[in-house]
Every structure is written in structure tokens, then in C-alpha cells.
């Protein structure tokens, strides 16, 4: 029988920890500027480094004293543009143990899967669409909505817990990610963090941030804390 206490949840980075598919969602948001309003490298001139899509779509706007009224077709045109800017790319992929991984706990009794990027909802969907990902998650927190990741987490965590009907203790919670940021978001709302280097940044580099597990990739993914947590469901006869 499941009790509260076995019960875990695994938020998932997208970039760099589900799946590759480069700088994809940047090209799409230059693009989205270039077609809508002849801006070129809106990304690059309003100078933003990683922050969640709300926030990036935002600051280009104010830079370009854009019409934030228009922000839904913005979105809809980026969404658009990223599709097919990720059907012709053929370097896109799953990342190691990934799928093995989330098979495993959708299996399982005791685990549960929800995402957890930067991306906007749809942005996020229409990635995990381009490599086949998107049955393995129903809920999770996004950047939608102005503010850091970890705003992000709890909205994700609220949401699957709305969604599962389990509550989860902090201490069950995991979130996997290939940055920094991940680390932090996931120590400044006291889960645990597992860094992997599969993104753009080096093991060595995550390592210095401390985070509760860290792995080169998950090809190993009998071996990760998360699946060692797993319970696997009766067969009923
Ligand atoms: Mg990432």
C-alpha cells in the first residue's frame, strides 16, 4: 500500500536534461521578433542571459517599446515558428536514460513525473512533441508567468499535487536539471537537487554548486537515487 512517506515526485529540466535540440528556442524567438516587427536578434540586444520566457519576452517588449497587448500573438507566432525550426532540425535527441527512466516511474506505484522549465506551456509541449516525450507528463510549472524558477517549482508542485492527489513532502520532491540555476532553485525551496551534465555545463562546474546528487548523464539510470526509490506496481493476476 502506498503511504505519503514512499510517495515521490521528479520535476524534470527540459533543455539539456529531457532532451537537445540546441538553441532552438532562441532562433524561434529572434525569428518571432525579425517576422512581426523587423527586429533583428531581438535576444541578444535586450541582453538577457538564462531567465524564464516571460521574463525574456517581457524585456524585449520594454526595450522595443512594444505593444504588450500583443503578447499572445507574439506567443502564438514563436510557437509556430518553433515547430518548424525543430522539424527540420535533425540533430535533436532524447538524452541518455531519459526515456528508460521515465518509463520506469510511470510504471511504478510510488513515482510521479512533472516538468519544470523556463519555457513557456506551449513552448514546452511543442518540444517535447518534436522528440515524443509529451505522453509521459500531464502537469508541471512553467515560464509563463513573470518571476524565477523556482516560483515556477511551487506552481508545478501545487499543480501535481492537484493532479495526483497526493501531497508530497519536500523531502520526496527531486528535481533534475543540467544548470546552476536548477541547483539553486531546488535548494531555495528545500527539495532535492540532482545536477546532470548533459546541458552546457560541465560536471565539474555543476559540482561547485553543491547539488544533493550529480551524474556525467543518466545512461546508468538503474543506478540513480530516483529509480533505487521506485516501487514497482502488483501485477494483478
Ligand atoms: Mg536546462
Same mark, same amino acid.
Given at each position: 500500500?502506498? $503511504?505519503?512517506?514512499? !510517495?515521490?515526485?521528479?520535476? =524534470? ?16 524567438? $529572434? ?14 540586444? #535586450?541582453?538577457?542571459?538564462? #531567465?524564464?520566457?516571460?521574463? &525574456?519576452?517581457?524585456? &524585449?517588449?520594454?526595450?522595443?517599446? !512594444? ?6 500573438? *507574439? ?5 509556430? &515558428? /518553433? ?7 535533425? $540533430?535533436?535527441?532524447? /538524452? ?8 520506469? &516511474?510511470?510504471?511504478? %506505484? ?13 513552448? #514546452? ?5 518534436? *522528440? ?6 500531464? @502537469? ?9 524558477? =523556482?516560483?515556477?517549482? /511551487? ?5 501535481? %499535487?492537484?493532479?495526483?492527489? *497526493? ?10 536539471? +543540467?544548470?546552476?540555476? +536548477? ?16 546541458? =552546457?555545463? #560541465? ?13 556525467? +548523464? /543518466? ?10 526509490? !521506485?516501487?514497482?506496481?502488483?501485477? @494483478?493476476?
Amino acid at each position: 500500500m502506498n $503511504n505519503r512517506s514512499n !510517495l515521490h515526485l521528479i520535476l =524534470w529540466d527540459i533543455d539539456g536534461t529531457l532532451m537537445h535540440c540546441g538553441s532552438d528556442g532562441t532562433k524561434a524567438l $529572434n525569428r518571432t521578433f525579425e517576422e512581426l516587427y523587423g527586429i533583428d536578434n531581438a535576444f541578444y540586444q #535586450a541582453g538577457i542571459g538564462s #531567465a524564464m520566457d516571460s521574463v &525574456i519576452l517581457d524585456r &524585449i517588449m520594454d526595450q522595443f517599446q !512594444l505593444n504588450k497587448e500583443e503578447l499572445e500573438r *507574439v506567443k502564438q507566432t514563436y510557437v509556430d &515558428i /518553433l515547430k518548424k525550426i525543430l522539424e527540420q532540425n535533425q $540533430n535533436k535527441k532524447i /538524452l541518455p536514460g531519459v526515456q528508460e527512466l521515465l518509463t520506469s &516511474i510511470k510504471e511504478s %506505484e510510488n513515482g510521479f513525473s512533472a516538468l519544470l522549465t523556463s519555457n513557456l506551456r506551449i513552448g #514546452a509541449e511543442t518540444k517535447l512533441q518534436s *522528440v515524443g516525450l509529451h505522453s509521459f507528463f500531464e @502537469v508541471g510549472g512553467f515560464g509563463d508567468e513573470l518571476g524565477e524558477k =523556482w516560483d515556477a517549482a /511551487l506552481r508545478g508542485i501545487s499543480e501535481a %499535487e492537484n493532479h495526483f492527489g *497526493v501531497t508530497f513532502s519536500r523531502e520526496n520532491i527531486y528535481l533534475i536539471g +543540467d544548470s546552476a540555476y +536548477d541547483i539553486e532553485c531546488a535548494k531555495k525551496i528545500g527539495i532535492k537537487s540532482i545536477g546532470v551534465a548533459t546541458g =552546457w555545463m #560541465a560536471y565539474e562546474s555543476l559540482k561547485e554548486h553543491s547539488p544533493d546528487y550529480l551524474y556525467t +548523464d /543518466l545512461s546508468d539510470w538503474e543506478q540513480l537515487i530516483i529509480y533505487q526509490k !521506485l516501487v514497482k506496481k502488483e501485477v @494483478v493476476k
